[in-house]
């Protein structure tokens, strides 16, 4: 009799676990566990136990399941996300940094900035169903060209001071947000802040920048070459209300007429694999503007920062009757000259007339399978095809403002109709399982296996109305036109997620008769700039 109870109570535990299993397992899916066990049926077909004893066996173990707590199905997770979402991605950069960045005036004034600086970049991404994709990131700065915030900086500007280890600086920020639509293999159309959907270079775009509006891209593959072409209306500015009678208090109760200004971009190329190691990637672009309108056109006035007036990218030395530095911008200068000035400049740093810019990026890649290394040549080519008339219009406006100016001292020079061109050349080799291009890389912050490496270099000449002074990247020769110089750059991977990089600029003045053009941020107080040199060391974890 005691060997018949010792077997049931074992055979009891033994279908307790089993059903407790399998109930676990059907809660996961949402399904009711059943209690109606075929174990137990083949127990008595084979004479292992009696009918009664299975029901004695059951009628336990149900009682065990409703006592014993460590039988019940697990708490489901709080954390639920929407069924059109077919996947989720957590993405981002955390990058600390030194740098040292030094400007110099034909007299040999100079400005030197020494930083400690950070950024943070965190997003998520991913794609929806019936091919819809989605993205959003945050960043750490409000500057469209840069991420970064620099240490020590505890106040805005302003009186109040709120101690040292401030905040102020750093914030949150939408740096990308954007749909996207891929119903077929061969078309991908995106609307929002969006990731650079041109293939371009940082002459001609920071690489920070994500342009707003809509974009169109279409690829068609013929053999071993894929013909690619890619459309953006890009929304530069908005200027609202686009129109306000007099008297209603805007511009001084004069009113308002304005048109939303737009960016286009007319993109066709290729990627040709010329050899299983050798590959070729080449692309046209043509960039036009729409919806200017000049502040002095007719009573209905332009808002600031004044695109639509003429751009004259000199510096404010001559206007100041000598009492300035020879590279003194006028930055912070309140203009009196309506029409000429933009942006905290006397003079216009940021006006689109006359810009039709045609682009030409290029690249060749060649694979060295042994010993796993990339080499690659790479550059860029810029022709603004209005550039005589956008020289013509910058000496009239300079030669215009001195004309209003009692104190200034004489001085003009003759419209440098040939300055409206920009070229970029270099080359880099690195690890073979890196992705490349004119902004990745590993100099970049493009993910890499651990121990992966590269190294890259480019001699780079930017005129003075060659390209648009609002999109060139600040990081190297200061986001300013009239500047060519060498950049260098050396990465290595710590880790799979842990990049350490150098990077060194230097930079001169072309044209002697202009200033250096662009409305920089981190030293706008030089015009011209004659040398300009800067130092970097960042320290990025990707995740």
């Known amino acids: 009799m005691n060997q018949k109870l010792a077997r049931l109570k074992i055979l009891t535990t033994v279908f307790v676990m089993l059903t407790s299993g399998r109930a676990w397992c059907d809660g996961m899916t949402n399904a009711p566990a059943n209690m109606t066990d075929p174990l137990l049926d083949l127990f008595v077909k084979k004479g292992y136990v009696t009918q009664q004893e299975a029901d004695q066996v059951k009628s336990e173990a149900e009682a065990m399941q409703t006592n014993n707590g460590a039988y019940l199905l697990p708490a489901q997770s ?3 996300i929407s069924q059109g979402i077919k996947g989720i991605e957590l993405f981002g950069d955390v990058r600390l940094r030194y740098e040292d960045r030094a400007a110099e005036d034909p007299a040999g004034n100079q400005i030197d900035l020494q930083r400690l600086r950070y950024a943070v970049r965190v997003g998520l991404r991913g794609d929806l169903f019936d091919g819809f ?14 991420p970064f915030v620099t240490m020590g900086t505890a106040t805005a500007s302003s009186s109040y001071y709120s101690g040292p280890f401030g905040k102020s600086q750093a914030g949150l920020n939408v740096g990308e947000v954007y749909l996207g639509w891929h119903p077929e293999e061969w078309v991908d159309l995106t609307i929002g802040k969006m990731p650079n959907p041109l293939y371009t270079s940082t002459m001609v775009w920071s690489a920070n920048i994500a342009p707003e509006g809509f974009a169109e891209r279409f690829k068609y593959p ?3 070459a894929e013909f690619y072409a890619t459309f953006g209306q890009f929304l530069y500015d908005d200027l609202n209300p686009n129109f306000a009678s007099g008297g209603l208090g805007f511009n001084g109760l004069v009113g308002q007429q304005t048109d939303d200004i737009f960016m286009f971009a007319w993109q066709g190329g290729f990627n040709y694999q010329i050899t299983t190691n050798l590959s070729a990637k080449v692309a046209g672009t043509l960039y036009n503007y729409i919806g200017l309108r000049q502040s002095t056109v007719n009573t209905y006035a332009s808002l600031s920062p004044y695109y639509g007036d003429p751009y004259i990218g000199e510096g404010d030395y001559y206007l100041q009757g000598g009492t300035g530095a020879p590279g003194y911008s006028g930055f912070g200068t309140p203009s009196t000259f ?6 905290n400049y006397p003079l216009n740093q940021v006006g689109l007339n006359n810009l039709t810019v ?5 690249e060749f890649t060649y694979r ?7 080499a690659r040549l790479f550059g860029d080519f810029a022709y603004n095809l209005d550039g005589g008339q956008r020289a013509e219009a910058a000496a009239a406006a300079y030669q215009a403002v001195q004309a209003l100016t009692p104190t200034a001292i004489p001085h003009s020079f003759p419209a440098q109709k040939g300055d409206v061109k920009a070229y970029q050349v270099g080359v880099g080799i690195g690890s073979d399982d890196i992705v490349y291009g004119p902004t990745q890389g590993l100099v970049y912050g493009t993910a890499a296996p651990a121990h992966a490496w590269e190294v890259r270099t480019y001699w780079q000449h930017v005129e003075q109305y060659s390209l648009d002074p609002n999109l060139l ?3 190297f020769f200061s986001g300013v036109e009239n500047l060519q110089g060498i950049y260098v750059a050396a990465a290595y991977a710590l880790t799979g997620d842990m990049i350490c990089t150098f990077r060194y600029g230097h930079a001169s003045r072309i044209n002697p008769l202009l200033g250096t053009g662009g409305s920089g ?12 040199d800067i130092y970097q060391v960042d320290f990025t974890l990707r995740f």
């Open 222 to 224: 013929v053999g071993p």
């Open 473 to 475: 990247d600040t990081d």
């Open 78 to 80: 709080k954390w639920k």
């Open 368 to 374: 060295i399978f042994r010993p796993g290394l990339t």
């Open 133 to 146: 994709y989605y993205g959003l990131r945050v960043d750490t700065s409000a500057n469209p060209r840069s």
């Open 521 to 532: 941020q981190d030293i706008p107080q030089i015009n011209p700039i004659n040398t300009f």
């Open 338 to 343: 309506q029409g000429y000035g933009s942006v």
């Open 358 to 362: 045609l682009e030409i990026p290029y």
